[in-house]
């Protein structure tokens, strides 16, 4: 059984917001990623109140965040609109990575006659972002770089609709790899992105697809073999 806590008074969350230029997608940002890290772990009981008082604002944008946050399945909201934070499921999770996989490669089967010159440099600056993050050992980085990489060539099949069931579960995948699949941030990961994008440029597509195909596997054996339980919440630490 998870053991939940609740985010009350007093506690240090996030600091102060600074003029953010949209005081919603400020808050909608910072919660995510406390989510994604973990700084606010799976589990944990949320009151609109408390994080509006730690955040300094009001409770109408965190209560807007926190419905966007549980449209990407990060919260949950359960009866008498108590809100957590949603524990991993790990048969969901596999469950997800099945789906998402097939989605990406449809994307990047639809997607690869389109990608042209402004693509390339987008594949090109993810790499770099990537290698960056890899330096400064900046895991949700990396992760965030890998998802960029792959959303160029989705992007490029121009399907509304393929784009919005992806990208609207990238936090569930993210925080997953972060929190059970740290290692597969490495040199090697990043090494299979650069050969992913040295075969699209040599026009390779079946070894680009292998490729792919490769990082899709290695997705669902994670979760096949992930313990049978949600992870119990840890203390909160700051957020910078």
Do not use: C
């Not at 799976?42 to 509006?52: D, K, M, Y």
């Not at 008082?53 to 359960?78: D, K, M, Q, W, Y």
């Not at 040199?187 to 195909?213: I, N, S, V």
Request: proline residues 4%; positive net charge; charged residues 25%.
């Amino acid at each position: 059984m998870t053991r939940v806590r609740e985010i009350g008074a007093g506690e240090a969350f996030v600091g102060r917001l600074a003029s953010p230029s949209t005081l919603r997608q400020a808050v909608v940002e910072k919660l995510r990623d406390a989510i994604i890290s973990a700084d606010i772990a799976p589990g944990t009981l949320l009151r609109e109140t408390a994080l509006a008082r730690n955040l300094g604002v009001s409770a109408t944008p965190v209560r807007e965040a926190l419905g966007e946050l549980a449209s990407e399945g990060l919260i949950e909201i359960e009866a008498h609109r108590l809100k957590r934070v949603a524990p991993i499921d790990f048969p969901a999770t596999l469950d997800l990575f099945r789906v998402q996989t097939e989605l990406w490669r449809l994307g990047y089967v639809w997607g690869l006659s389109k990608v042209g010159v402004e693509q390339i440099r987008l594949l090109e600056a993810a790499i770099g972002r990537y290698r960056a993050a890899l330096d400064a050992a900046d895991f949700p980085a990396i992760i965030g770089a890998g998802h960029d990489f792959h959303t160029v060539f989705i992007s490029a099949s121009a399907n509304s609709e393929l784009l919005r069931s992806t990208l609207d579960r990238r936090s569930l995948i993210a925080r997953f790899i972060l929190l059970h699949g740290r290692s597969t941030l490495s040199l090697k990961g990043l090494r299979h992105h650069e050969a992913m994008l040295a075969a699209f440029r040599r026009g390779d597509t079946a070894d680009l697809l292998a490729r792919l195909d490769q990082l899709s596997a290695r997705l669902i054996v994670m979760a096949q073999h992930a313990p049978g339980q949600s992870v119990r919440p840890t203390p909160l630490r700051p957020v910078n």
